[in-house]
């Protein structure tokens, strides 16, 4: 749960909804401090194979398919997300 702004923002949803572009194989988002909002949200994406998204096309999407609280602030494009061994993602360590 990421605290913004006095609303509580649920990881699982805002993933759920990102995961829905068609040019993005996996989506994890996590909360980073932040001194307006408390913390601010930040998306860590994977694109599906030879794919390209521009900030302005992926937070286009975020403004149409969820609330404005809820948009991300920060976009990071890498080619793999830190799992463990079960295949979990390691959200502390993409703060």
Known sequence: MIKRGG???????????????????????????????????KAFVVLNEGETLSEEEFFRFCEQNMAKFKVPSYLEIRKDLPRNCSGKIIRKNLK
């Open 7 to 41: 609303e509580n923002v649920s990881c699982v949803e805002l993933e759920n909804i990102i995961a829905t572009h068609p040019k993005i194989q996996d989506i994890v988002v996590v909360g980073i401090k932040d001194s307006i909002r408390d913390e601010a949200i």
